[in-house]
């Protein structure tokens, strides 16, 4: 995970690194997902919901829950398969659909990331500030709810949940 600037901006990329076989140089790699400071404070604001249904992975079957992060960014878990998956959607004849951007982590690198989650607080204090964008001033009746492009990039015609 590495949180960085980009044109004034902070994002937020956790993403999958390799290693060049030659140099043994490490980078980036095109698998994993990028957060606005929003996004970053809703998928925070949601981890204990997303713990959950983690513990639910050994206990129930037949679930999905997906909570939306923000633009078209969600978090799933599912039974059956023991991971956390973060990606983003897009919308296919009325239904959302995963793109291949995004990352699977497993349980223990879940649990790694909410590690961190004290440590960007308070080494970002952009990030400590962060809240998710409906708490914001435009959210406070329905019609600024239902104009937010964060919150509803698809329109309001389709189920996020």
């Known amino acids: 995970m590495v949180v960085s600037r980009f044109m ?29 400071p929003s996004t970053w404070a809703t998928l925070v604001f949601n981890a204990n919901d997303i713990d959950v249904k983690v513990k639910e992975l050994v206990t129930e079957t037949n679930f999905e829950y997906r909570v939306h992060l923000g633009k078209a960014v969600f978090c799933t878990v599912t039974s059956g398969y023991y991971f956390v998956n973060i990606r983003r959607y897009f919308l296919l004849e ?32 952009e990030l400590a500030e ?16 239902v104009e937010c492009k964060i919150c509803h990039p698809f329109g309001t015609e389709i189920s996020y949940f």
């Open 8 to 36: 004034g901006s902070i994002i937020i990329h956790l993403r999958e690194h390799a290693q060049d076989p030659y140099t043994g140089k490490v980078y980036p790699t095109k698998r994993g997902v990028s957060f606005t």
């Open 94 to 125: 009325g239904k959302l659909q995963p793109t291949k951007n995004g990352i699977c982590l497993k349980l223990a690198e879940w649990n790694c990331l909410k590690g961190y989650f004290d440590v960007i607080k308070n080494t970002t204090p």
């Open 130 to 145: 962060a809240l998710p964008c409906f708490f914001g001033a435009d959210h406070t009746n329905q019609q600024g709810d």
